[in-house]
C-alpha cells in the first residue's frame, strides 16, 4: 500500500484536550498528599490547590486522612489548558525494525564478521533487570535477548562495574558497541555515571573509532544525547529486537550507504 | 504430613537428602576456611570498637596489621591476645591503635604462650557472646510483655531514606500505621563494601548504611514504639554481602530480630567470591542461631531475573539448600524466614493459579517455617492502578496458603520510593484482605489432582531433577556453570578472594568453638 504524496510538511497546529467520557470536556484526576490534619479546612486548601493546578471546577472526590497531620486527597475536574501536538518535540524512531533473522542476515552479508557487543550497569548500580532484559537469551516479553542473536557476540559484565573496568572490557572485545542501563537515579546518579562513562572513552578512542555508546533505563529523557555524550539513549519499553535493529542500522546498514 | 498438595513423602525426603548430598562439601569448605569479615567479627565480640579518623573500623586495621606480620590461617585470636599479654594492654581497641601506629609486632606464639592466649582470647570473646545471650532474653521479655502480632503474617514494611533521623519518625509511623516488622534497607553497594561503616550516619543511596549506631537507634525508636502499641514491632537489616559475620554479630548485638542472610544471594546476584560467601555465611548464621535471630532468604531474587514458570523450581532448590545450611549452622525451623515471591506474568493465562501452587508447596515443603511472601515488583509496570489490584491478589494468595511474613507491595515499586500515600494505600490494601479472607486457607483446598496440585508435584519434581545433576558435580560447580540464575560464577573469581584463606593445623577461633558447644 502507497500513501498518496502529501504536499504540506509543515505540521499542521492540533490542538487536544484532556479527554473525560465528551470531546474536549478537559478531565483530569489528581490525588496528592498535604501535609495537613483532615478538616474542612483541609479540605478547602486541597481545592485551592487544584485551583492553581488549573483545574476548574475541582471536585474533591476523597480525602483520607493519614498518620498524625497528613491528608490524603483525590481531586476531578476540569482543566482549562489546551495542548498544541504540533509543537510536541520526541525522539521518533528513525530506524527500520528488523527481526532476528533480519540482523544476522545483515551482520553476516555486510559486516562479515561477528558485531560485538558489551554491556554492564555502572556505578553503585546494582540492578540488572534493564542490561538483562535486553541481552539475556531471555529477553522481555517473548522478545529474545541479544545473546539469542547469532551474528552478535555479546558480554554481559554485570552489575557495578567501575568505568574502567567497562573500557578495558570494550577494547578486549573489541566492541562495536557498549550498551550501559541505569536504574538507581537518586542524586541523578545515572547522569553522573553515564558523563563519566563517556567522558572515559571519548578519551580512550580517537574521534570516530570509539564504540557506539547506547544507555538505557527507566528515568532517561532520550533526548538527552548531546549532554551525556552518548549515541543514543534508550527509555522505558525498550525492546532486544529494538536495540539491534538501532545498532545494525548505525554501524552497518546508514554508515556503507554513506560510504557508497 | 496431612498436606492440601499430596506431596509424595518420598520425593520430598529425597529432594532434602540431595540438597545435604549437594551443599556437604561446601560446609566442609567452610569449615576448613576463614576470612578477614570472620576474624574481624571474633575481634568484634572480644570488644574491639570504633573506627579511625579516616572511619576504618579499628578491627580492620587489626587484622590487617596481623595479617601483614603472620597472615591469616592461624586465626587472629591468638596473636591478637598474645600481643595484648606482651604490651601488658588492658583493652584490645587500644592494641588496634598501637598495631595501626605500627607500634605492635605479632607472633604465633607455642606453648604455655599460647594456651594463655587461647584462654584469653576465649574468655573475651564469650563475654561478648554473653552480651548476645542477654540480648535475646530481652527480647523474649519484651515480646511476652508487649505481645507478638495478634495474626499471621506479619506485615513487613520497609523505610529507605538514607538518613537515619529520617528513617526513624518513618518507621514509627509505619509501626502506628500497621507494620509488625520494619525493615531498613541498605545504601545501595553496601554489600560490597569490605569494612562496616562506624556511627550514625545520614547521607546514604536508596538506602540506610547499616552501622551498629543506627542499628542501636532504631531498636530504641521501635522499643518505644512497641510500648505505645501494645505489641512487639521487630526491626530487621540485611547481613548478604562481604560482611556477613561482622553484621550478624552487630546484630545480635544490638538486638536485631531478623537478617537477610542467602547462601547465594552474594555469589549470584554481587559477583561476590563462592567460596568467601559460604566460609562467611556459615559463621554469620551460626551467630544468628545463638542471638534467636530469624534469617530471610532471598528466593525473590531468582525470579527478578528468570521467569518465574519456568525457573520456579530453581526456587525451591534454593530454599532447599538454605535449609540444609542454616540447619547445619545450628538455626531452628521458626528461624528460617525461607523467601519466594508472587512474580508470574499477569499476562500467563492462569497466572493465579500458579502463584497459588507455588506458595502452597513451600508452605507444606516447610511447614514450621516463617515463609517470607515477597510482593511483585517484575511485572509492576508503572501502572498504580493495575499494581494495586496485582498487590491485592498477592496479598490474598499470602492469606490462602498462610505465609510468615508479608512483605507488603506498592503499586509505585519501579517508580518512586514509596510516599506516605503509597505506604497508606498498599496497607488498606493488606487490612482489607486479610480483613476479608484471613481465615479463607480453612477452605481453600485444591482439587485432587487438579491444577495446582499437578502443578506444585511438577515443580518439585523439577527441583529433584535439578538436584540430580547438581550432585553429580557439585554445588561450586554448578554455580560456576550458570546452574542458579543466568549468572556463571566461578569459584577462583569474585569480589572478596583475597579476604579468604585456609586454616593452618593450628587455626583457633575461639567464637566458633563457643557456638558450636564445644571445649569449655
Not at chain 2, 599479654?85 to 581497641?93: F, H, P
Request: with cysteine; charged share 25%.
Amino acid at each position: 500500500m502507497t500513501a498518496a504524496p502529501e504536499q504540506a510538511v509543515v505540521p499542521e497546529k492540533q490542538i487536544v484536550r484532556p479527554y473525560g467520557d465528551t470531546t474536549g470536556d478537559g478531565m483530569v484526576q489528581v490525588s496528592f498528599t498535604l501535609p495537613l490534619p483532615h478538616d474542612k479546612r483541609a479540605e478547602g486548601a486541597a481545592i485551592q490547590l487544584a485551583g492553581k493546578m488549573g483545574i476548574d471546577p475541582a471536585m474533591l472526590v476523597h480525602a483520607r486522612p493519614m498518620g498524625d497531620g497528613f491528608t490524603f486527597f483525590v481531586v476531578y475536574g476540569r482543566v482549562n489548558h489546551l495542548v498544541d501536538t504540533s509543537v510536541v518535540r520526541v525522539v521518533e524512531r528513525d530506524f527500520p525494525l528488523l527481526s532476528a533473522k533480519e540482523v544476522n542476515a545483515v551482520v553476516k552479508r555486510q559486516l562479515r564478521r561477528k558485531l560485538s557487543v558489551v554491556g554492564a550497569c555502572i556505578g553503585t548500580d546494582a540492578h540488572t533487570v534493564g542490561i538483562d532484559a535486553i541481552l539475556n537469551v531471555k529477553g522481555i516479553a517473548g522478545d529474545k535477548g541479544l545473546e539469542y542473536y547469532r551474528e552478535l557476540r555479546v558480554s554481559n559484565l554485570g552489575a557495578q562495574v567501575s568505568v574502567p573496568d567497562l573500557v578495558a572490557a570494550a577494547r578486549a572485545e573489541q566492541a562495536d558497541a557498549v550498551l550501559v542501563s541505569q536504574v538507581v537515579t537518586q542524586r541523578d546518579a545515572h547522569l553522573h555515571n553515564t558523563r563519566e562513562m563517556s567522558a572515559a572513552f571519548r578519551e580512550a578512542w580517537p574521534a570516530g573509532k570509539r564504540p557506539l555508546l547506547i544507555v538505557g533505563g527507566p528515568r532517561f529523557d532520550e533526548a538527552m544525547t548531546a549532554e551525556l555524550g552518548v549515541d543514543r539513549i534508550f527509555g522505558r519499553g525498550t525492546t532486544p529486537g529494538e536495540v539491534a535493529s538501532y545498532l545494525v542500522h548505525t554501524l552497518i546498514t546508514s554508515r556503507r550507504a554513506a560510504t557508497v | 504430613m496431612i498436606g492440601k498438595l499430596d506431596l509424595d513423602p518420598v520425593l520430598v525426603a529425597r529432594a532434602r537428602e540431595l540438597a545435604a548430598r549437594a551443599g556437604a562439601p561446601v560446609v566442609e569448605l567452610a569449615r576448613s576456611h576463614t576470612t578477614v569479615s570472620v576474624e574481624r567479627a571474633v575481634l568484634r565480640l572480644a570488644g574491639v570498637q570504633g573506627a579511625d579518623p579516616d572511619g576504618i573500623p579499628w578491627v580492620n586495621r587489626l587484622v590487617d596489621a596481623v595479617v601483614a606480620d603472620v597472615g591469616l590461617g592461624h586465626g587472629v585470636a591468638v596473636p591478637v591476645f598474645d600481643a595484648l599479654a606482651r604490651e601488658q594492654l588492658a583493652d584490645v581497641t587500644l592494641l588496634a591503635q598501637k598495631a595501626a601506629a605500627g607500634s605492635v609486632r605479632f607472633a604465633v606464639p607455642a606453648g604455655r604462650a599460647a594456651t594463655t592466649a587461647r584462654r584469653a582470647a576465649r574468655r573475651a570473646v564469650a563475654a561478648g557472646v554473653r552480651r548476645i545471650d542477654r540480648r535475646r532474653a530481652e527480647r523474649e521479655r519484651l515480646v511476652r510483655r508487649f505481645g507478638d502480632p495478634p495474626r499471621r503474617p506479619w506485615i513487613y514494611l520497609i523505610v529507605a531514606t538514607g538518613d537515619i533521623y529520617e528513617d526513624i519518625p518513618q518507621a514509627q509511623a509505619a509501626a502506628r500505621a500497621g507494620a509488625d516488622a520494619i525493615a531498613v534497607i541498605r545504601s545501595t553497594g553496601q554489600s560490597l563494601l569490605d569494612y562496616v561503616p562506624e556511627g550514625a550516619t545520614r547521607e546514604g543511596f536508596a538506602g540506610t548504611y547499616a552501622t551498629q549506631e543506627n542499628f542501636r537507634l532504631m531498636r530504641a525508636a521501635l522499643d518505644e514504639s512497641s510500648r505505645e502499641l501494645g505489641r512487639y514491632v521487630r526491626l530487621t537489616n540485611y547481613a548478604s554481602g562481604l560482611c556477613m559475620p561482622e553484621m550478624a554479630a552487630l546484630a545480635g548485638l544490638e538486638r536485631l530480630d531478623m537478617m537477610l542472610n542467602d547462601s547465594m544471594y552474594g555469589i549470584l546476584f554481587r559477583d561476590i567470591n563462592p567460596i568467601r560467601t559460604f566460609v562467611d555465611q556459615r559463621f554469620s548464621r551460626q551467630v544468628h542461631a545463638r542471638a534467636g535471630i530469624i534469617i530471610n532468604t532471598g528466593e525473590d531474587n531468582y525470579l527478578t531475573t528468570a521467569d518465574a514458570v519456568d525457573e520456579a523450581h530453581t526456587v525451591t532448590v534454593s530454599q532447599l539448600l538454605n535449609e540444609y545450611f542454616a540447619h547445619e549452622a545450628g538455626l531452628a525451623d521458626w528461624q528460617l524466614g525461607l523467601g519466594h515471591a508472587f512474580e508470574v506474568n499477569p499476562d500467563v493465562p492462569e497466572s493465579l493459579r500458579l502463584e497459588l501452587a507455588h506458595a502452597l508447596l513451600a508452605r507444606e515443603l516447610f511447614p514450621d517455617a516463617p515463609l517470607k511472601w515477597m510482593p511483585p515488583t517484575k511485572h509492576m509496570t508503572g501502572d498504580v492502578f493495575r499494581g494495586n489490584l496485582l498487590d491485592g491478589f498477592f496479598n490474598l494468595v499470602g492469606a490462602l496458603t498462610g505465609q510468615g511474613m508479608l512483605l507488603v507491595g506498592m503499586m509505585t515499586e519501579a517508580v518512586v520510593t514509596p510516599w506516605l500515600s503509597d505506604r497508606d494505600i498498599a496497607l488498606q490494601n493488606v487490612r482489607y484482605v486479610l480483613g476479608a479472607a484471613g481465615g479463607l486457607h480453612e477452605d481453600f483446598v485444591p482439587a485432587s489432582g487438579g491444577f495446582i496440585q499437578q502443578r506444585a508435584h511438577q515443580v518439585l519434581g523439577s527441583a529433584v531433577e535439578l538436584l540430580e545433576r547438581v550432585g553429580e558435580q557439585s554445588l561450586l560447580t554448578a554455580i560456576g556453570e550458570g546452574t542458579f540464575g543466568i549468572m556463571k560464577r566461578p569459584a577462583d573469581r569474585g569480589k572478596g578472594l583475597d579476604g579468604v584463606v585456609r586454616h593452618e593445623g593450628d587455626y583457633y577461633n575461639p567464637a566458633v568453638e563457643i557456638l558450636e558447644g564445644a571445649g569449655s
